[in-house]
């Protein structure tokens, strides 16, 4: 059988809805909500992240992992903070699933 894009997109936005109920991405949106109750920590959270993302995705420098390691105490108490951990916690099991589902269907095409 031949798909339309059409018929892809159907495809998709069924996906979409099979991911925002999954356990990982309720648990997900449940921390942001959670942090966004506080939106002081919500920001310092934001900004955290924000600097360590442009951190992994610069290009490589010897001093790669002593910048990380200095962001990481710089924001300790932060990172300390429970709400804070809870939600990296599970940003990252969300984030690790939806990185599987992409390699798995990268996987799947022949390039």
Do not use: C, G
């Not at 996906?15 to 966004?36: A, G, P």
């Not at 955290?48 to 990380?68: C, G, W």
């Not at 105490?73 to 903070?81: F, I, S, V, Y």
């Amino acid at each position: 059988m031949l798909y339309t894009e059409a018929d892809l997109n159907k495809r998709v936005d069924e996906f979409s809805e099979m991911v925002r109920n999954t356990q990982e991405y309720k648990d997900y949106i449940h921390m942001v909500d959670v942090l966004k109750r506080k939106p002081e920590l919500y920001d310092q959270v934001i900004s955290f992240r924000r600097e360590n993302y442009i951190l992994q995705h610069s290009p490589e420098h010897e001093d790669i992992y002593d910048r990380v390691e200095e962001l990481r105490k710089r924001n300790a108490e932060l990172l300390d903070t429970p709400e804070v951990y809870d939600f990296l916690m599970t940003e990252w099991t969300f984030f690790h699933m939806m990185q599987s589902l992409f390699d798995r269907l990268m996987n799947e095409m022949d390039f």
